[in-house]
């Protein structure tokens, strides 16, 4: 499996950014080992793929999700304990929930 960010699905489904050949090939190169991801990341690239590019391309985004692109596994019960935590030791770096 394959941890899939953010980053990777904006691109991805933008084509107009700069890394989308990029991620064009990674997926290529990995579907076969298939991808995870988050929830707050699938909230996260809906909502840029929104804004910047269009709801049809978020659409379609929830729609490859749905059919099997990426797999989400539920989060365990401490879950948002364990976030806190990360995001507490590390509160001087860039960090959000996704």
Known sequence: MILADSGFWIALGNKRD????AARG??????????????PV??????????RVSVAQSVAFVDSIARGACEIPEPPADAL???HALMSRYRDLPTDLA
């Open 18 to 21: 700069r890394h989308h050949y």
């Open 26 to 39: 990674a997926l290529d190169r990995f579907s076969a080992e298939g991808f995870v991801s988050t929830w």
């Open 42 to 51: 699938l909230t996260e690239v809906t909502h840029l793929l929104s804004a």
């Open 81 to 83: 304990f364990r976030a």
